[in-house]
Structures are given as C-alpha cells and as structure tokens.
C-alpha cells in the first residue's frame, strides 16, 4: 500500500457517521480542543505501544457498589438527580446524613470474592491489552494503601483490610503487568474527603473547593501537597505504571483558580515512570498526552491520540439491573473507534463482592470469540483514508488492507457478495475472509468500485458474528 494513504486520512472528514449499522448519533461528538503534541521520546515510543493495543478494561469500584449507586456523585450538592434517584430508600434524613452515611461504607464494604485472577482471565479471552483501575474516584475512597488518609481499603476500619490482598489497585496491576497488561492508574484529582479540597466550614454545593484558593492560599497549598503525596506514592510503590490518568477536569487554574501544580507532579511521575503517559483529561494542556471524549466517539477522525471511555452498562459502577450494551453494538463501537485510529477502554463495574457481574463476563465473551477469528484487523493497525464506506470500514497494516463489513440489523448472515469504491487490489493481490481458508475471487470495474464473491460455505457456516473480514494482501493499487 502506498504510504501517502496513511498520511492523507487526516485530511479525510465524513460527515454525521451516515450509513452506520445501528449507529446512535448522540455518541458521535466533534473534535474542538487543540492537542499539544508530546516533546519526550519515551513518551511518544509509549504512545505508539499503546495505539497498537485498542482495547482496553475500565475498572470503576469502591464502596459505593455495595449501595447500587453511581460513583461518587451523590455527594454533590449540584448533581441534585444523582442525589434524588441515588439515595438508598428510608436511610438517610439529610443530605449531611446521606454524606455521613455514604462514607461508612468503608466499614461495611468486604468484597471477599475478588480474585484479579478470574479478572484477567476474563479480560484476556475478550482481547483486551491494558487496564486502567480506579485507585481513587471523587468520593476519596483510596483502593491503595496511601498514608495521607484513613479513609482507604488498608484501613482497621474496613473489614478487608485483614485480607493478604488488601492493597487491592497493588493486587490488581501486579496480577495484570505479569499477565502482560499495560498499566493504568485512575486517580481523581478533586477529592470530596480532603478537608483541603471540600473545607467543612463551607457547604459542598458544587464538585469544585469550596472555597477561593486564592483567597486561602494555605489551605488550598495542603491540598496541593496531599495530591502530589498520593500520586507519588502511587509513582514509586506500585511497579511500573504506564499510564497516570488523571479525572476531575474542572481542577485547573482557570476553573476557581484550582492550580494543583502539574509541571510539578508530571515531573515527579517522570522521573519515577520514564516515559509515563499523562491524561490530564479535558484539561487542554501538554499533559494531556491522549484524548478520551467519555461515552462519546468522535465523529471524524482526530489528528491526536485518543481513546473513547465508554461504560458496558448505562452507568460506571455496579448497578444490579443495569442494561447492558449487546455485543453487536460493542463490537461495531470497537470497530469505529479503531478504524478512526483510537482505542477502546470499556468499564465494567464489580460487584461488592468482587466477582464480575455475569452479563458483563458474556458479553466480553461473545467480543472475545469475534476477536479470536479478527484480531489482525486490530490490533497495530493505522487508521487509512477514507476509514469509512457504506457497511465498510478499513484498517491497514504493514502491506495489507482490512475491510470490515458491519451486518446491518436487517442482515442475519453474509450476502453473496459485498462491494466497495477506493482500494482496488493490485493485479496479484489476495483477498481472504479471516477464519475462512478458500481464498475469495474479486474484480474492480473502471469505476474503481472492487467486489468480492462469498462462497457458499462461508454464508452458511460464518466464521463469527456481526462483522466480518475481508483481508487484502499485496500489490493494492
């Protein structure tokens, strides 16, 4: 393939996503913010390294999951519907008891079922290459063994503390980096325990201090301290990290003037992580070394590195009768976030057990067997312009082309055959249907449109569901 293809793709726009199989509009977003290249080699060698594995697992879980609510959120004083529809029915007379409530969860929350094994055993079957684990959501909870608070999984006061395990984000990187995962560390940036950040002199009415930094500089200074302690902890105790990605945007200097000093952290996080890459998330600085539009995927091709998070359910953390996404629309989500040159970091929340909840474990099964056939048109490949024609959607690697035809929802199995315009194979190109062996005829017209015939076999016996392969070696014109 000629390389001038790969280079031209970031001039390549498509409007709206039309034509998508079951595509939801809502999810597309455009790109706005300006991205600042990185500068450091090792951090850009560990980009690369990280574009090549698209897949990845989001782990939201703390306490929280032992109430059946989302994460974090019912605590603010602004977020009135996560309050409303969250709170535990008769539990709670105030919202100073809610918060009371909520964070003696610690001594209650005994998840003795969690085994990062089964977790990664799991998680390996769907074809995912890295984690990113919630050592600290907003709430404050720490799920690491940090000394700057007792409010944590290592603490007396939560049962699990006695547990050999107990350090559960050391537990759960350890057991994955020696399963061959690329690590990351979730941390928040605000935090809704500290007194530094959320001051009990004032009420909490919105997710930022609650108070003017500039104001109490000395106060806001031993917030300052407290988060560069907790990130360093996490820099220097929990082997190799590779990614730090940091959430709770809103904590920057033109936000309430929430300076939490990232030159300083990232420069610590590199000296102890060479190469670490910062996801200083909807910051818009040179520390967000990849873009994650949450729940969204972009509507065009960005020219940064990104990564669409995105929940299995509708929420982030266990919810007992959650809804989950079928595996058709995570394997078509998969398909056009790679095929747009990201990755895809989908969450599963525990439950407060520990265990995995059973629909989350089948879907990642049913991705896992599509994977097992299709992989190759995955994993290291670069997005080719256009990425995108009618029910196709193209990846290439190396000499090869990859076309990937999503069945609409009216489709229950492959057509005789399937056409495309662009990408006409060279004279002695092969074309193959990936976990089919007979290799496929094809002939282009002299409008340039390419059309492969189907065997029989194949449209009888598919090699997998919802989306298929079409594998293009060699002498593409």
Not at 280 to 297: F, S, W
Not at 332 to 339: H, K, N
Not at 381 to 399: I, L
Not at 403 to 419: D, G, R
Request: hydrophobic residues 30%; proline residues 7%.
């Amino acid at each position: 393939m000629k390389n001038t293809v790969i280079l031209i793709f970031f001039l390549f726009q498509l409007s709206s996503g039309q034509g998508y199989p079951g595509t939801n509009p809502s999810n597309l977003v455009k790109d706005k913010r300006e991205y600042i290249p990185v500068e450091d080699t090792l951090v850009s060698q560990k980009l690369e390294n990280w574009k090549d594995l698209k897949f990845g697992l989001f782990i939201h879980w703390g306490t929280y999951s032992q109430w059946d609510i989302d994460n974090s959120w019912s605590l603010v004083g602004e977020d009135i519907e996560f309050i409303t529809k969250d709170r535990p029915e008769g539990l709670h007379s105030s919202y100073e008891q809610y918060k009371k409530d909520y964070r003696n969860l610690q001594k209650s929350f005994n998840p003795v079922r969690f085994n990062p094994k089964e977790w990664v055993r799991v998680a390996k079957n769907a074809g995912m290459k890295y984690v990113v684990f919630t050592t600290k959501h907003h709430d404050g909870f720490c799920m690491f063994d940090t000394k700057e608070t007792d409010y944590k999984i290592t603490s007396p006061k939560c049962p699990y503390h006695s547990q050999p395990c107990s350090d559960i984000a050391k537990t759960v990187f350890n057991t994955f980096r020696d399963n061959g995962f690329m690590i990351g560390a979730y941390f928040s940036k605000p935090d809704w325990d500290s007194e530094y950040y959320w001051w009990p002199y004032f009420p909490t009415a919105t997710r930022n201090a609650n108070y003017d930094p500039l104001k109490y500089p000395d106060r806001w200074g031993k917030f300052k301290d407290f988060t560069y302690n907790q990130i360093k902890e996490l820099m220097t105790n929990y082997g190799c990290i590779d990614i730090l990605w940091l959430d709770g945007g809103q904590v920057k200097p033109s936000t309430n003037n929430q300076d939490i000093d990232m030159p300083k952290i990232a420069g610590m996080a590199r000296e102890n992580q060479p190469g670490i890459i910062i996801v200083d998330r909807i910051a818009g600085t040179r520390y967000e070394n990849y873009l994650t539009p949450e729940m969204k995927i972009f509507e065009d091709p960005p020219t940064a590195p990104w990564e669409t998070c995105m929940t299995m359910g509708k929420h982030w953390s266990y919810r007992a009768n959650d809804r989950y996404k079928p595996a058709r629309e995570l394997i078509r989500m998969l398909t056009d976030i790679v095929a747009k040159g990201g990755n895809f970091l989908l969450n599963v929340g525990p439950e407060p057990t520990g265990l995995f909840p059973d629909t989350a474990i089948s879907r990642l099964n049913e991705i896992g067997d599509w994977m097992k056939i299709n992989s190759e048109a995955i994993y290291g490949t670069r997005p080719v312009s256009p990425y995108k024609e009618g029910q196709f959607y193209f990846t290439s690697k190396n000499n090869t082309l990859y076309a990937i035809y999503l069945l609409n929802q009216e489709e229950k199995s492959l057509p005789e055959e399937v056409s495309f315009p662009n990408f006409p194979p060279g004279e002695n190109s092969r074309v193959y249907l990936l976990g089919h062996k007979q290799r496929l005829n094809w002939e282009t017209n002299k409008n340039g449109v390419t059309t492969i015939k189907i065997p029989l076999g194949a449209i009888k016996y598919p090699p997998c569901k919802y989306a298929y392969v079409f594998k293009i070696s060699k002498n593409i014109e």
